[in-house]
């Protein structure tokens, strides 16, 4: 193991007037959050707006923030470690704005009594212009101190909404006609309403009236403008929601208030049901603040004990799905306990044979890797530590996991550790089904909406609809 290089300080005794130290920082949409956290700032003026446009300049580096990078040259560099401020004036004289990058320098101007130094500090920006400029007053360090370089521990900072723009691109298309199962309470009729209201679905309420109504006033909501079909039977409401598929009269559905078994058994029955030659497979579309594109789960819902037939069935599914998303080519990571194949875990097994079967184009669209671990699936460090020399590893973007128990714990820790968010559906029948939990807000049940809306569209013209494919590549 390589050990990190050690950097020595410079004493008060050791230190020269003219010594000189410099470094280069970029500003990123992170450090304004970080610094609106710290300062409690929250100026709009220093922070990205969830709803900025591509023709609106950046926000402005706080002036600070600016500053206080000075702090990092005195405290890691010159001096170096064991430097104390005592006094700092800045003038600032240009604006710096994220993407930016700046040259923060120090020059020793004077030394006074021990242990005080003063020193000029100048930033300036790429163009070799002058941002701020001013002097320090610090205490210098009167011991030598050799100090390992450390890297600061990863922070989670969601400031990047992955779904915004499939929802606004979805948003585009006709509205999808879409059969709500059992809208009987106020979160599935409300995340039916809100997508009505955002042009996703033409929602058609299959349920109880009474109880309908009832979620309707609970929510301060108009729904005279939807059709209702009168069922006040769950299962018979299922039944009557796919048969408005089958009729062409719906081109979705969306679990309301019922169980999920409930539903799904109407879906894949051999007789009147949504069966297509595909195995139906459901895929979560998982927005994880610490990815910088969507990630997509398989199966974590459906195929409980999947065997490697099924599989093949769960990995294309996921990859149209990804494909209707505006991914080109997804990387497809096999998850396993392990990243080698081992006899005595049949999931190895299989992720090789799937691997084998991408190459040989009996799944089409993708890069297909596995077995891997979670961890050299989606880190590039852990692949590279392991040695594993691959297309997928360390940059996967679709994990097909080895049963539901897996999948669904995978899903659930993002959503509940990581603050992911989950949006979900249903593929591989005649329609997409939005397969939403009652946990769900409001924002998961408006992304499965945009999924469903992308998928159907990519399913009939066979192409990604509009601007999603340069929408993807912006986000790799």
């Known amino acids: 193991m390589n050990a990190k290089p050690a950097i020595r300080n410079k004493t008060w005794a050791e ?187 033409e929602p058609i309420l299959v349920g109880d009236p009474g109880r309908i109504q009832t979620a309707a006033k609970e929510l301060g909501a108009d729904i005279s403008a939807f059709a209702l079909v009168s069922v006040s039977d769950p299962h018979a409401a299922a039944a009557r929601a796919v048969a408005l598929v089958l009729e062409g009269k719906a081109g979705a559905m969306m679990k309301g208030a019922i169980h999920s078994d409930a539903l799904l058994a109407e879906v894949v029955k051999k007789d009147g049901g949504l069966r297509t030659h595909t195995r139906i497979s459901h895929v979560f579309a998982m927005d994880v603040p610490t990815l910088d594109e969507i990630l997509f789960i398989s199966d974590a819902a459906i195929n409980i004990a999947p065997d490697l037939m099924t599989k093949v069935d769960i990995v294309q599914n996921a990859v149209d799905l990804a494909h209707a998303c505006g991914f080109d080519e997804p990387r497809v990571g096999v998850l396993s306990a392990v990243e080698t194949i081992n006899p005595n875990i049949p999931s190895t097994l299989d992720a090789a ?46 994990l097909i996991v080895p049963n539901l128990e897996a999948g669904n714990m995978l899903a659930k820790e993002l959503t509940f550790v990581a603050r992911a968010e989950a949006s979900g559906l249903v593929l591989g029948a005649k329609a997409p089904v939005m397969l939403t939990s009652r946990a769900d807000n409001d924002r998961a049940r408006l992304a499965s909406c945009a999924l469903a809306q992308l998928y159907e569209y990519w399913r009939r013209e066979g192409r990604a609809f509009g601007e999603q494919a340069s929408v993807a590549k912006a986000a790799e």
């Open 15 to 201: 230190l020269k007037v003219g010594d000189t130290a410099s470094i280069e920082r970029s500003c990123s949409v992170q450090d304004l959050f970080l610094f609106a956290h710290a300062s409690g700032n929250v100026n709009p003026l220093m922070l990205p707006s969830a709803d900025s446009s591509a023709g609106k300049s950046q926000p402005v580096a706080p002036s600070m923030w600016v500053g206080s990078l000075v702090s990092a040259v005195l405290g890691n560099v010159l001096p170096g470690a064991g430097t104390l401020y005592r006094a700092q004036d800045l003038r600032f004289l240009r604006r710096v704005h994220v993407g930016d990058k700046v040259k923060v320098t120090v020059v020793c101007r004077e030394k006074r009594e021990e242990p005080i130094a003063v020193f000029d500090t100048r930033i300036e920006d790429e163009y070799g212009r002058l941002v701020c400029d001013g002097t320090a007053e610090v205490d210098a360090p009167t011991a030598t101190q050799l100090t390992e370089a450390r890297d600061l521990p990863a922070l989670i900072v969601d400031s990047v909404d992955h779904f915004a723009p499939l929802i606004a691109l979805a948003a585009k298309l006709p509205p999808l006609k879409t059969a709500v199962v059992c809208p009987e309470d106020h979160n599935s009729l409300g995340g039916a309403v809100l997508s009505a209201q955002n042009r996703l679905i």
């Open 353 to 398: 044979v799937l691997s084998k079967m991408a190459e040989r184009g009996q799944i089409r669209g993708a890069v297909v890797d596995g077995p891997l671990a979670m961890d050299n699936a989606i880190d590039v460090e852990a692949a590279r530590t392991k040695g594993i020399a691959s297309l997928v590893a360390g940059r996967a973007n679709v």
